[in-house]
């Protein structure tokens, strides 16, 4: 896995701003609900009916979220970067664990959880061989975090550990960017943007025979008046194919329950961009 978000990290907010976060939370929280244990998370006929705002209340009222017990309130959300995401589900009323393997990414993520209050366990870990103290009811890894693992063994051995920490029956959720998105739409091209207090340029190269995405980004930040900083990083992604993804899942010992296209909620097409898949614990091999 490749050494990224390390000069990045302390810009990458500002130019993800435009990410809906609270769109995902909001739809992460209703597949957490549907998908969850179902004796961890019973619903009531009623519970069932929710209307859409209904459900987007519940990512702003804590208490409108169903409670699990002990373990199966736990989240685990895998690749959690600065932890904007963690902070949504952890006010949706889920325990949050935050696991991240850039250190300075989750000293971001901590100081946002110094500024509100809440109760998540951060945890500097490679996801390839990440450790908990016991099982979770979820583990969520959303913003194709899971495409940085550039060999398929190393991310049979990431869903292996997340079936291994699942409570039974407990919901994996995740998304990842697919070989027509890095072939197609990004490809080989330059994306540059410029703001008063940082810019960036991103050199973007697909290297079709070994499906690897390389983008190099160079920053410049915005350290006092008239005064940048400039500083380079390289990351490298993978495209899988949504049969490589569901494969590997499902040999981790995880049964796949859905697929979607994560732009349309419906099933995915050639031309998917981005998929999420939703699997269940069922049997554990490790």
């Known amino acids: 896995m490749n050494e990224s978000y390390t000069g990045f990290a302390r810009v990458y907010d500002r130019f993800m701003d435009d990410v809906p976060y609270d769109e995902w939370a909001h ?17 009531t006929g009623t519970d069932a009916a929710k209307t859409e ?29 600065t932890g904007t995401l963690t902070e949504k589900l952890a006010e949706a009323g889920y325990d949050m664990i935050g696991v991240d393997n850039s250190q300075e990414m ?9 500024k509100s209050g809440k109760n998540i366990l951060y945890l500097l870990q490679d996801m390839r061989e990440f450790e908990l103290y016991g099982t979770v009811g979820a583990v969520v890894s959303i913003c194709d975090s899971l495409n940085y693992i550039l060999e398929e063994e190393e991310l049979l051995q990431v869903f292996s550990l997340v079936n291994n920490y699942l409570f039974p029956e407990g919901v994996f959720i995740f998304d990842f960017n697919t070989v027509y998105k890095y072939e197609t739409v990004i490809g080989d091209t ?18 079709e025979e070994e499906r690897i995405n390389e983008y190099d ?18 990351h490298y992604q ?21 697929v979607m296209d994560a732009d349309t909620h419906e099933q995915p097409t050639p031309v998917s961009e981005r998929i999420y898949v939703i699997a269940k614990e069922c049997q554990k091999i490790m």
């Open 217 to 234: 980004l160079t920053i410049f930040a915005k350290e006092q008046e008239d005064m940048f900083r400039r500083f380079t990083e390289t």
């Open 238 to 258: 993978k495209g899988y194919t949504l049969e490589e993804m569901t494969g590997l899942v499902e040999k981790a010992g995880l049964r796949v329950v859905e």
């Open 27 to 43: 739809f992460l929280v209703s597949l957490l609900k549907k998908y969850g244990s179902r004796k961890g998370m019973e619903t």
């Open 190 to 207: 330059t994306i540059a943007e410029n703001r008063e207090e940082c810019s960036f340029i991103w050199d973007n190269y697909y290297h």
């Open 106 to 114: 989750l000293e971001i993520a901590m100081e946002k959880r110094e």
């Open 53 to 81: 705002s209904d459900e987007m209340d519940s990512v702003r009222k804590p208490e409108a979220v169903s409670g699990l017990e002990t373990e199966r309130n736990i989240v685990l959300d895998l690749g959690c970067g």
